[in-house]
């Protein structure tokens, strides 16, 4: 696996930290450390491989490997558990990293180690090494486009019949990407509170509460917790969107096991105006803000949601002004870049990225719409 100058610089730090409790020498690299450990924490390949792994151990394909798949398998459940981790703040985010490598160490070298056992196994590695390889190589500013997001970072959960991918986390929300071919089934959430967000236009139908809109060129629809809810695919292939969600009680990570089905008929037509269900067709909002030649920041989502979306115009320079609250950013049209900690990444139509609370961060474009997304 290969390491930028400054993942590696951050990993001695995090190392010299962990070895002898002495902050002084590396405190400068608190901040690194944070967008390093949220970065992994977001990155959506460690379950899936697990399961990919899980599947080939069932054909008995893997004999003659299994310390190694042992190794791998230690390695991946330390990892997937670790996104309950908080992003600290303080010199404690520095046992989190230096966990994170030695993880990734096991399942990289048992990987590397078992891969000639079988062409699934070789594939498995290369995915891996090239996910993981994002964050090494990068400067700590983990980004993310929703439109190409591997095949293998997507899990199907049986209990919707969906294949869905993580994007980014926060503490309290997520972003993800979910494939859909006929319907995301009626449901509703005890903690969760949800944004159901298309992109691009989808032939289809939108449910909340026993009404239903068809879609719009690019729309949202605000769900609020006890709100049931529901997607239906009216085009002949797989269609792919946005939904965000989180809460206080559950954060981003358990919306499957706060899912309840729920068994309604969701009708095959719907009114023209998803303003009336609880939602905004987002083309008529670019139209207007597109008009503004000076950075503008409004809010979108009713007042009633916890879950909040703002729409904000860049010219210039934008300084987000919630600091003290995570947010995810999405960018709708226009180029620039996005400087995090000191540290900055170009960003343009489709990439998604996390602002961490309580570090500097500042968005630059001659002229660019984003829409960023957080919790009260």
Not at 21 to 28: D, G, I, Q, Y
Request: proline content about 3%.
């Amino acid at each position: 696996m290969k390491y930028s100058a400054e993942f590696e610089d951050v990993v001695r730090a995090a190392e010299e930290f962990v070895n002898t409790r002495t902050l002084e020498p590396v405190k400068s690299q608190i901040q690194h450390a944070r967008l390093y450990v949220s970065a992994f924490r977001s990155l959506d390949v460690y379950r899936p491989v697990m399961g990919l792994i899980q599947n080939i151990m069932g054909t008995g394909e893997l004999k003659g490997c299994e310390q190694d798949i042992k190794v791998i398998l230690r390695g991946l459940t330390l990892l997937y558990s670790a996104r309950y981790h908080q992003v600290y703040q303080d010199h404690r985010i520095f046992p989190l990293l230096h966990q994170y490598v030695q993880a990734l160490k096991l399942v990289e070298d048992g990987l590397a180690s078992a891969k000639d056992y079988c062409t699934v196994l070789k594939n498995i590695h290369e995915n891996f090494v090239s996910a993981v390889e994002q964050i090494t190589l990068g400067n700590g500013v983990y980004v993310v486009n929703w439109k190409n997001v591997p095949e293998s970072h997507f899990t199907l959960y049986q209990k919707v019949g969906l294949k869905i991918a993580r994007l980014i986390a926060s503490e309290l929300i997520g972003l993800y990407v979910v494939k859909v071919r006929g319907e995301a089934p009626l449901h509703y959430h005890h903690f969760l509170d949800e944004h159901h967000f298309l992109p691009e236009y989808i032939e289809g139908l939108h449910y909340l509460d026993g009404k239903v809109c068809k879609t719009t060129q690019t729309d949202i629809l605000y769900i609020k917790r006890g709100q049931v809810h529901g997607f239906k695919n009216k085009g002949a292939n797989e269609a792919s969107f946005v939904f965000i969600c989180g809460s206080k009680e559950t954060g981003p990570w358990d919306f499957v096991q706060d899912i309840e089905l729920v068994d309604k008929e969701f009708p095959d037509v719907g009114s023209d105006n998803i303003n009336d269900i609880g939602g905004r067709d987002l083309y008529n909002v670019l139209e207007k803000v597109r008009n503004f030649e000076q950075t503008f920041h409004e809010r979108l989502s009713p007042s009633y949601m916890r879950l909040f979306q703002d729409v904000v115009k860049v010219c210039v320079e934008y300084v987000p002004p919630t600091q003290d609250k995570e947010l995810i950013c999405f960018v709708v049209e226009g180029h620039g870049m996005v400087e995090i900690g000191g540290k900055n990444h170009d960003i343009g139509p489709g990439d998604a990225f996390l602002l961490l609370s309580h570090t500097k961060a500042k968005i630059s474009s001659p002229s660019m719409i984003l829409y960023q997304f957080g919790y009260e």
